[in-house]
Structures are given as C-alpha cells and as structure tokens.
C-alpha cells in the first residue's frame, strides 16, 4: 500500500512518523474520511472545506488544500480500488516533549483503506455519556476519538454498530461516527448543528436532497419515532431497526426507503455535490 507523507508516495510498511507527533501525544490533530467510487473521491471539496475548518478551529496551521488534493490522487492511483476510503489526517507536526506544538511543520498523511460492505439497517444504543454542544472542539473533526471508542464498544457488546449521544440539555446529537435522522408523522428531522453534533457532509447532503428539517429533539424521541436512520460517508443513509430495547419492525420504513433511494440517485449522478 503506497500513503502519502512528508510530500510523496511512501510504502505503508516503511513510512514513519515521529513518536513526538503532537498527533499522538496530545491528539493534536484533525482528519477526514472521504469515501472513493472506482478511484474517485465522493465530495471532496466538501471534505476540504471541513479539514480546513477544523484547522481554523483547533488553531493548526492552514493546510495546503492542492497539496492535499494531490496526495488524495496520487493515492487512489497507486492503490486500485473499486470502493475505498481516505483517511486524510493532519496534526500540529512534532517538537520536543513539552513542545506546544510540533517545531517541524505539520504533518500530512493520505492513507486508502477498503470499505466493509454495510448491512441496510442496523441497531443502535443510547450511551449515557453527552457531548458538549458548546465546547472547544464541538463541530470539529479532530482525532481526539476516544470517547467515541469506549461508546462504540459499549455499541457493540450489545450487538450493535452505533451508540447515539445527548447533549448537556438532554437534547438528541448524533452518534460516534455518524449523525441521526428520525421520522415524525411522515416528516424527516434531524437535530441542528447547534445541538453539539460534527456538520456531518452526509448529513448535509440528505438534508439538501429530501428536505429534512432541522430540530431540537427531545432524547426520548428515539421511543417514539416512526423510523430512525443513520448518515456518515461509510454508511451513506442506513436504516435502523433496534434503538436500545425498542426494535422497529418493517425497517427501512417507506420514508427511510424513499431517503436512501434519493441519496443514492443523486450521489451516483455527481461525485463532488
Ligand atoms: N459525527 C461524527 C462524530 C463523525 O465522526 C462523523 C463521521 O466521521 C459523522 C458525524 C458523519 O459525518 P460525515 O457524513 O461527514 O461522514
């Protein structure tokens, strides 16, 4: 596998990163996960927009978006791959111990990964743990991950694939990788950006492409919804058929159906909308 690092192509094997990353050491870093069609990447420009907010956010250097772009290419031509995944990933570069940020110059590194075909529904479990709607690093993609690791292994010791959060108000925010959408008397909501959850591009793209509404929802409204569904880049739309204890028979529902029909139409006809 060829990564990109440190300006060009290097194999995966050999390329290195110094252990005094602040990526590592303190999670001072950010990242983006871009899925690929046939060596193409899927809303790109979108995920650009993103790395670069996040940059802004957490105070990194801003990163060269072209030299990005090329990495992404010379990526996905040297790793065939009919359906992939970047992860693009970019961190304040290393400096000594103590350092407040690396002295070297950032650190970029393009990798493709393949991605697990995903089942069209699944289930879900609420953590009791919030995200913080008004935070340092709300609405930031950063690689300071592990809360989401422990709420996806609590997710997944109850036979599930995603583990929804609340915010500080009790109010519905979105999962560890992926954003939620619930179906109220036909209509589609999804909770606002101001409710703490990441600015998903999936989620973007759904609410653009079937008119979904976005609104403060209360957390007992997973109990009641008529359909639930899940977005994020690995999972585009995906229903879901268990929340807790509660399953949902008849998944996907016609308005989830209708959802997923709609984004996959639209995302086949143009790979960067
Ligand atoms: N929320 C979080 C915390 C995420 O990490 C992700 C994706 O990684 C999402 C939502 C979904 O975002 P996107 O649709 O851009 O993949």
Redesign the pocket.
Known sequence: MKIWLDGGLQDSESARVSVFDHGLTVGDGIFE?VKTVDGRPFALTRHLDRLARSARGLGLPEPDLDEVRRACAAVLEANPMPLGRLRITFTGGHGPLGSDRGEHGPTLVVALGGTPRRPDSTAVITVPWTRNERGALTGL?TTSYAE?VVALARAREQGASEALFGNTVGRLC??????VFVVLDGEIHTPPVASG??A????ALAVKWTGATETDLPMDVLQRADEVFL????RDVQAVHRVDERELPGTPGPVTAKAMRIFDEHAAADLDP
């Open positions: 996960t993609k989401n979105e999962g560890t990788g992926s954003n959850c990441l998903g591009i999936t989620r977005t994020s880049t690995l």
